[in-house]
Nanobody
């Protein structure tokens, strides 16, 4: 079992930055693939970025490429999502998720989920 807790969400103006953190426990952190997803009101949950167990491989959704950076610190059991140049359309609840197998994009392939942290970007 993997327990995930997100933090770092909040209200920010368009063009601003935020860094989300996801603290993991319950399993050796370097054995789990980590992902960030988001869900805006009235929309389905969608993948944002994910990172391999070693941190050597990453995936980004097209709509965040060049603006968001996913990273992980295996010594601290924590994954991060650095968000720059935020837009109002980035407003959503952001979730971190984990899977015990290799890198994957689809939401349904992730086994463990945090409760989410709300990011609101004002125009």
């Amino acid at each position: 079992q993997v327990h995930l807790v997100e933090s770092g969400g909040g209200l920010v103006q368009a063009g601003g930055s935020l860094r989300l953190s996801c603290a993991a426990s319950g399993r050796a952190f370097n054995t789990i693939t980590m992902g960030w997803f988001r869900q805006a009101p009235g929309k389905e949950r969608e993948p944002v970025a994910n990172i391999s167990r070693s941190g050597g491989t990453t995936y980004y959704a097209d709509f965040v490429k060049g603006r968001f950076t996913i990273s992980r610190d295996n010594a601290k059991n924590t994954a991060y999502l650095q968000m720059e140049a935020l837009k109002p359309e980035d407003t959503a609840v952001y979730y971190c998720a984990a899977r015990t197998r290799g890198l994957a994009i689809r939401t349904t392939l992730y086994e463990y989920w945090g409760k989410g942290t709300l990011v609101t970007v004002s125009s």
